[in-house]
């Protein structure tokens, strides 16, 4: 591996960060007041509306955005591809925070948290849910355990126990990379078989019986931008030399994932006939347009072009493009297609569930600030700075 990852050598405390903190501080007032006077009252969420944004964004969409961890991973040591191996370590620092954002978000969403260990010993092997929640409890710890080598390296000859583990799971850790891959791909579709109940609530646009295969392609498809989206992101603030060499070829994975992704939806909207909706003028119709052009067309044509796949900002441009328009197809699947036909009133989330979610993603970011400064993350090539 030409690549040597190391901690990066910048100051900590920087204003951003600060920043993060205060959003963190303010979050963790609503999370108070959530506990101590109910979910209610900090959120709109009701018996007609029970998923909210803590649900579409929290949970849907930051599954689907921590794919660039099981895509990266496949792509560097099941496939062979070792050119790939230098973001490797923080595709998956970024899915093992994702998740446990999840985790977090869930802890919040859930009406009695206290009472969220209880899928481990009731068991419903006929429920989607608790096929979710088994695999993104075990996919969790299977992240984790695939970071182990960055804190051996860090820390291995003050904790010697570190080495140990670390040497011990060097074995074994094949294993445990098919597992995450298998466990992804598993509970991304899952997230989608959740609203397969509702047909009579969402709207025909998204309710199709392939919706689980819908989620799943658009995981692979989103995984790729993810890491082209944080890596471009880390080394323009942290001031280290860009990835490009990495990135640009990496992005061609994308032209074939997204244009699966897009050719399933369209011959499904066909197929079923639900195009008759896209121009009726409705906030869904428009809400589907835009996550069908803008976020699916539009960056697969961009990617078609050599000169966008090798220029930094482009490539980062067309990578937002696809990010956005994911996150809007599990934003329209969860919240805006979502019509139950007896609601009394439409749900927008309240300045408490806003509040909380962007507390939860400043943490992320927060987290994983302090694990590249003092953990081997990001390679050592790439610790130069830019003229």
């Known amino acids: ?31 108070l007041a959530r506990y101590i006077a109910g979910i209610g009252y900090v959120s709109n969420l009701s018996n007609a509306y029970p998923w909210g944004l803590w649900i579409g964004v929290d949970v849907a969409s930051g599954v689907a955005l921590a794919a660039g961890g099981f895509t990266t991973s496949a792509v560097a040591h099941i496939f062979g591809k070792h050119r790939y191996e230098s973001v490797v370590r923080s595709a998956l620092l970024t899915a093992a925070l994702g998740y446990t954002f999840v985790v977090l978000g869930l802890l919040v969403d859930v009406g009695r948290s206290w009472a969220i260990w209880k899928p481990l010993v009731f068991r419903n092997f006929n429920s989607a849910l608790f096929e979710v929640a088994m695999c993104v409890m075990v996919y969790l710890h299977v992240l984790y355990i695939e970071l182990i080598p960055a804190v051996a390296e860090r820390f291995g000859k003050k904790i010697t126990i570190l080495n140990e583990l670390n040497k011990r799971l060097a074995k074994f850790m094949w294993i445990f990379i098919i597992a995450g891959v298998v466990l992804s791909c598993m509970h991304q579709s899952s997230l989608g078989t959740l609203m397969l109940i509702a047909p009579t609530k969402l709207h025909p646009l998204w309710y199709t019986p392939v919706l689980p295969l819908l989620f799943l392609s658009s995981a692979f498809t989103v995984g790729y931008p993810m890491v082209i989206f944080e890596t471009t992101l880390v080394t323009s603030s ?79 441009i067309t990578a937002c493009l696809i990010i956005g328009g994911v996150m809007m197809n599990r934003i329209n699947v969860f919240i805006t297609g979502y019509m139950p036909p007896f609601a009394e009133h439409s749900y927008f989330p309240s300045v408490g569930e806003i509040a909380i979610t962007v507390g939860l993603i400043s943490a992320l970011m927060f987290i994983y600030r302090l694990a590249v400064t003092y953990l081997p993350i990001l390679s050592a090539k790439k610790l130069e700075e830019t003229s």
């Open 1 to 31: 591996m030409s690549h040597h990852p190391q901690p990066i050598v910048r100051a900590f405390w920087t204003p951003g960060v600060f920043v993060l903190v205060a959003f963190m501080a303010i979050a963790a007032v609503f999370v």
């Open 238 to 316: 942290l001031k280290l030399e860009d990835e490009m060499n990495v990135l640009s070829p990496l992005s061609k994975f994308t032209i074939a994932t997204l244009g699966i992704y897009l050719l399933i939806k369209i011959a499904d909207m066909l197929w079923r006939g639900s195009y008759i909706y896209l121009f009726e003028g409705s906030t869904q119709s428009n809400a589907f347009l835009v996550e069908l052009i803008i976020g699916g067309i539009v960056p697969w044509l961009l990617l078609m072009s050599r000169k966008v796949r090798s220029s930094r900002r482009s490539l980062f």
